[in-house]
């Protein structure tokens, strides 16, 4: 089991040392950043996938 700090870890790093996962992130609503942060996203790839999933509503 996991608490909200050790599942953004991934992100944190993520969004640290990757300027294009950064501005998605940061151009997202805050709805959807929450959801990603609620995630274990550790890749731009990973991101975008989890990010479209949720625009098409396959993801709540």
Do not use: W
């Not at 990757?18 to 991101?47: G, I, T």
């Amino acid at each position: 089991m996991s608490d909200g700090i050790n599942s953004t870890l991934g992100l944190d790093d993520l969004l640290e040392n990757d300027v294009s996962s950064y501005e998605l992130f940061h151009s997202l609503p805050k709805e959807v950043q929450r959801k990603v942060k609620r995630r274990d996203v550790r890749s731009f790839a990973e991101l975008c996938s989890y990010v479209n999933s949720i625009k098409r509503g396959d993801i709540g």
